[in-house]
């Protein structure tokens, strides 16, 4: 699937498989940053993967991690692990140089919508000083579900149902 946005040009969407580990691993790490300088905690799960990790990510049945090129590069992925009925989604990420484009709300919808049907409600999680993500959570119909502590602040745990095609 192609989609048009932003600049400069047209993104691929592609469900990653191991040939992707190693950039998988360098964009996660590139985005994560400001998270950590926010929550002033740098052993984020996202930040503490190994290469190993990724490729076990990449490998498991359960979970699709799907991803934007552009013009080959890897620009954005995210993750979504199928649980019965539950949808986690993780690993969120868009290169720095890229973002306020469109690309993270293009790519959760692109998710969303080549998730298997069992799934009826999605969910998620992220720090209660990621403004910006959770601004994007609730614009895309989020609604918080409750906190949990880490470290010296709250996760906000986030959930939606599944919209369902009429008929
Ligand atoms: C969160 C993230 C994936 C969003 O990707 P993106 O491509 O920049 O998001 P979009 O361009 O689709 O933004 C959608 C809206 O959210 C806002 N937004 C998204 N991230 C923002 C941020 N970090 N700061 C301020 N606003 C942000 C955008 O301004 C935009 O608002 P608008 O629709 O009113 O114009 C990206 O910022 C990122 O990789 N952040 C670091 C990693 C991270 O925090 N992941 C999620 C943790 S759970």
């Known amino acids: 699937m192609d ?10 969407l592609e469900l990653l498989t191991d040939t992707a580990a190693g950039e998988l691993l360098t964009l996660q790490q590139a985005a994560y940053l400001t998270e950590a300088r926010a929550h002033q905690n740098f052993d984020l799960p996202p930040l503490m993967d ?37 949808g986690e989604i993780g690993r969120f990420v868009v290169a720095p140089d890229r973002q306020g484009e469109g690309l993270g709300t293009a790519l959760l919808a692109a998710a969303e919508e080549a998730t298997p049907a069992e799934v009826t409600v999605f969910r998620l999680c992220t ?3 990621s403004a910006g993500p959770l601004y994007l959570y609730r614009k895309l119909g989020y609604r918080e579900t409750h906190r949990s502590p880490e470290a010296d602040y709250q996760l906000v745990h986030l959930e939606k149902p599944r919209m369902r095609e009429p008929g």
């Open 3 to 12: 989609r048009q946005l932003g600049n400069p040009g047209p993104v691929k």
């Open 127 to 129: 720090g209660e000083r």
């Open 50 to 86: 190994t290469l190993d990790d990724v490729r076990a990510a990449l490998a498991d049945p359960s979970i699709a991690i799907w991803g934007f090129r552009d013009d080959g590069r890897l620009v954005a992925a995210v993750r979504m692990r199928a649980d019965g009925p539950v």
